[in-house]
């Protein structure tokens, strides 16, 4: 019997953990395909929501934030890409160069979601691909835009969101939802609003978690 399990994703494009954390969690579900059925909901979460308009340089950023030397971030670097390549995820050469306010990333999430099955995780992996995988500036629309297309979404309906405040509200709240609840770093992974998982996890500690979090449930005792 497959279960069936509500998880809500909440990261932010910003994060290179977010994506580690994403592809290790879709290589766990791979593994537990006809014991587990997902319904994932990606929810935002903004590192640096005050961020102005042209972004900052990566390494002063980190500097300023997490007082860490330019060797320190370098080892943390490579980390992430070991840690990506083992999952699937190829991150830029180099790192990102600079970070940027990813609010209308968000916006469009939030939209993508009503655009049918699996649209929205198409759209935060081609938004993640181009932030953490080619370090575009993902505060451009015509970045957004081709992330769109290349998740198969509408460009024209989300031009329309991008060139309007739509969705900024709902986004928000969501955002102090998140925070309210007790989630200050990113990813968090909860499933069926009770169970939280932190950090870019190992596939085997998703696997793990979402086996026994699923022998727990009312689907899973009964089978």
Not at 78 to 105: C, D, K, L, S, W
Not at 120 to 126: D, M, P, S, W, Y
Request: charged content about 20%; some cysteine.
């Amino acid at each position: 019997m497959t279960t069936a399990l509500k998880i809500d994703f909440v990261s932010d494009i910003a994060c290179p953990w977010c994506a580690v954390g994403l592809y290790s969690l879709e290589k766990a579900l791979t593994r537990l395909q006809g014991e587990v059925q997902a319904e994932l909901h990606f929810q935002p979460f903004e590192l640096n929501p005050h961020m102005p308009a042209g972004g900052q340089d990566l390494t002063e950023h980190i500097t300023e934030k997490y007082g860490s030397t330019p060797e320190q971030q370098a080892l943390m670097r490579e980390n992430i890409r070991q840690r990506g390549a083992e999952v699937g995820f190829a991150f830029a050469p180099g790192g990102r160069g600079r970070v940027y306010n990813t609010f209308n990333a968000h916006r469009l999430l939030h939209w993508a979601a009503a655009q049918g099955e699996g649209k929205q995780r198409a759209l935060k992996k081609a938004l993640l691909a181009s932030y953490q995988g080619r370090a575009e500036c993902i505060e451009d629309d015509a970045v957004l835009l081709q992330a769109v297309q290349d998740a198969g979404l509408p460009v024209d309906a989300a031009r329309e969101v991008l060139a309007s405040q739509a969705f900024a509200d709902e986004v928000r709240a969501q955002e102090r939802y998140y925070q309210q609840a007790g989630i200050h770093s990113v990813p968090a992974v909860i499933i069926n609003d009770r169970h939280l998982l932190s950090g870019g996890q190992p596939a085997e500690v998703f696997e793990q978690a979402l086996r026994q979090i699923a022998a727990q449930s009312p689907q899973g005792a009964e089978a």
